[in-house]
């Protein structure tokens, strides 16, 4: 694959403290990206440092193959891949229709480029520190989206029982259980964002630090998540570090703007989806109108920074539930002044639309080939075209028992919400799999 600065600069810190290669690699036969150490065990903030962290195995195999060929992609980084197929290859990071790997190329800023890296490893070794960190403070959240779960939010524990097992990427998985007082809690919970090991190692690195990604969970409802912004600041170096921020945008304190004008630039996604009552359905536990004032006043206190903190884009994914709805999710963000930012959903399988049957994938085509003048409406057809040749009934089947379950606990209705859904994936007799 082509170089990459999150493979070669950068540390993933789950929610549970485990490392990972990126946020969006999933590829199951390598552990979704979790990291081992030298020994085969898994690399946690607690119990390993940082230059363990950033030499783990899967960072060492995806180094190694760039070393080997860096026109090749290797198959944990098929999610860039594919974006990159969908936006023919688009680079700028404004667009919202932009990889991961060419985003980072233009927000972190480290001696190491595509041109040069040959030069600090001959194995896939490396003897620097991280200068980009992708952080989850724990699964706080006061939202529970159908497409996440209980390993990224805490407000899904209520519903565990409709995932059926424990959840989380390879090797690092969230146990639930039942307390003495009949509480669905996290079995084993180690809340390392809080620890002294934690935060000294942190400091150790800040001097090389000059990106920082936090999502979560919810990083602003995260007591912590102040605490990292004054230690940034306390120590000198918050004009050196470009924040990046996916929020759901339901809690941000106005005191944060204060903060967030030392550093260097801030960026911050609003995660939407669909809007209005397909918004509440999706993103459950959220209100549209709520979250639509919410990204006005940000939008409004951001122009007070000259432009330093920025509401970038509202960001929605392409998944099941919102197979027909993204034209008129990127027409409402023109519509209000909002840039319009786009990802694909490669897991759960049960939410990716990776796995519906070629026939029906070309009539998701046709359907977006109704809107030529959208961005959005081509970068699908782009990305359904690239993966025609991939399809799993039984994760498609899987969506409808998935949904069906959710309403029962949550006392919705999804086939009335989103009777497209239902009715294309009735249309394909999808639906007769799960009786059988």
Request: hydrophobic share 35%; aromatic share 12%.
């Amino acid at each position: 694959m082509a170089f990459c600065k999150t493979v070669w600069s950068g540390v993933h810190i789950l929610p549970n403290g485990d490392v990972r290669l990126c946020s969006i690699n999933n590829d199951a036969t390598n552990e979704s990206g979790v990291g081992r150490d030298k020994d085969g065990n898994v690399i946690n903030i607690l119990t390993h440092d940082f230059a363990q962290a950033i030499n783990s195995d899967k960072h060492l195999a995806v180094r190694s193959a760039d070393l080997q060929d860096e026109s090749t992609w290797h198959s944990m980084c098929s999610c860039c891949e594919h974006k990159e197929l969908a936006t023919n290859s688009n680079k700028d990071p404004d667009s919202g229709f932009v990889s991961r790997r060419f985003y980072l190329d233009s927000v972190v800023s480290t001696d190491i480029n595509a041109d040069n890296f040959s030069n600090y490893s001959v194995d896939g070794t490396v003897q620097y520190a991280p200068s980009s960190l992708d952080l989850r403070f724990g699964n706080l959240c006061n939202q529970a989206c159908v497409q996440c779960g209980p390993f990224y939010s805490n407000k899904w524990y209520a519903d565990w029982e409709v995932y059926g097992e424990p959840t989380g990427w390879g090797p690092s998985l969230t146990h639930l259980k039942e307390n003495e007082l009949g509480k669905i809690v996290k079995e084993n919970e180690v809340r390392w964002w809080e620890s002294d090991i934690w935060w000294n190692k942190f400091t150790q690195i800040l001097p090389s630090i000059t990106h920082i990604y936090l999502t979560g969970g919810e990083p602003m409802v995260v007591s912590e998540h102040e605490r990292l912004l004054d230690t940034i600041i306390d120590a000198g170096y918050a004009p050196q570090v470009f924040l990046e921020y996916d929020s759901n945008c339901t809690a941000i304190k106005s005191n944060l703007f204060e903060k967030w004008a030392k550093f260097k630039k801030v960026h911050i996604r609003a995660s939407m989806d669909a809007i209005q009552n397909r918004y509440e359905l999706i993103r459950y536990g959220g209100k549209w109108e709520t979250f639509t004032k919410n990204i006005k006043k940000i939008q409004e206190l951001s122009k007070e920074t000259n432009g330093r903190v920025a509401l970038t884009a509202v960001s929605s994914c392409y998944q099941m539930s919102t197979l027909f709805s993204m034209v008129e999710a990127e027409d409402w963000c023109n519509n209000n002044g909002f840039k319009f930012h786009m990802r694909f959903v490669d897991s759960p399988f049960v939410h990716s639309v990776n796995y519906l049957p070629p026939n029906a994938k070309r009539e998701l085509i046709d359907f977006y080939s109704k809107y030529p003048d959208s961005t959005t409406a081509q970068t699908i057809i782009n990305y359904l075209k690239s993966i025609d040749d991939k399809w799993e009934l039984s994760h498609v089947a899987g969506y409808i028992k998935f949904m069906d379950a959710l309403d029962a606990r949550r006392n919705t209705n999804w086939k009335e919400v989103l009777p497209d859904v239902w009715n294309f994936l009735k249309k394909y007799k999808i639906s007769f799999i799960i009786k059988r």
